[in-house]
């Protein structure tokens, strides 16, 4: 998979937009964009993930630039409950490597 | 529920007992993985399983680890011997794959077993 990089952390204000940035410089052709989040104690929950377009749902919206070497995760009403390690992910659609390779994420603090 | 489940919620077992952790993935769902995360670590991957094909093994740390999936649902991760550097938090994910997922095969999580070996 290709290599993902991370701010370490990030503080957002309650209520206002977070914007989570994800580097993928080397990210091949077949490969998607996902987005995790883990709150502290629990495992991991799948949040969004795209290819090329930009793509939204009911918890975020993903940003791709156009030449696919980043993207960023915007959770549009941040609220406390948001506070938790955002991962980035790329992964091919197919091939034998299936299982998910996270690194040290994004730990998103809101702030009251 | 309609998530992936797992249990016991936590495990405490001496050094050296053998332990079962089980996991319930979403309902039809074909794909299933085992992944473990120790303490302030990320994930590392442990197993898949993919419907009738030969698990990939390639991610268990000895041959104290492994793992069966009966019925292509319910899976049972089974450590013998246990020692205190297994302490972690075990993760199952299943997700569905082949021809009905289309292009992607989201993973969803269960809540994990948290083990302590004393």
């Known amino acids: 998979d290709a290599k993902t990089t991370q701010p370490t952390s990030m503080d957002c204000a309650e209520g206002r937009a977070a914007n989570l940035p994800c580097n993928h410089s080397?990210?091949?052709?077949?490969?998607?964009v996902y987005w995790y989040r883990q709150i502290h104690s629990q495992g991991p929950q799948y949040i969004i993930h795209?290819?090329?377009n930009n793509e939204t749902n009911e918890m975020a919206s993903l940003i791709i630039t156009e030449d696919r070497k980043s993207s960023t995760l915007i959770l549009p009403h941040a609220t406390l409950r948001d506070t938790a390690v955002y991962y980035c992910i790329v992964r091919p659609h197919s091939g034998s490597a299936r299982q998910l390779t996270f690194g040290s994420g994004t730990q998103l603090t809101v702030l009251p | 529920g309609a998530g992936v489940s797992q249990s016991p919620s936590n495990k405490v077992t001496e050094k050296g007992k053998d332990v079962e952790l089980r996991c319930d993935p979403i309902?039809?769902?074909?794909?299933l993985y085992w992944y473990r995360q120790s303490l302030g670590q990320g994930l590392e991957f442990l197993i898949y399983?993919?419907?009738?094909?030969?698990?990939?093994k390639s991610g268990l740390p000895s041959d104290r680890f492994s793992a069966e999936r009966t019925g292509g649902s319910v899976s049972t991760l089974t450590i013998q011997r246990t020692q205190q550097e297994d302490s972690a938090v075990y993760l199952c994910?299943?997700?569905?794959?082949?021809?009905?997922?289309?292009?992607?095969?989201?993973?969803?999580f269960g809540p994990g077993t948290r083990l302590t070996v004393l």
């Open positions: 994910a299943s997700s569905l794959e082949g021809r009905l997922a289309g292009l992607t095969d989201t993973q969803y």
């Open positions: 399983f993919q419907g009738n094909s030969a698990p990939d």
């Open positions: 795209g290819l090329k």
């Open positions: 309902s039809g769902h074909t794909a």
């Open positions: 080397t990210i091949s052709g077949n490969e998607y």
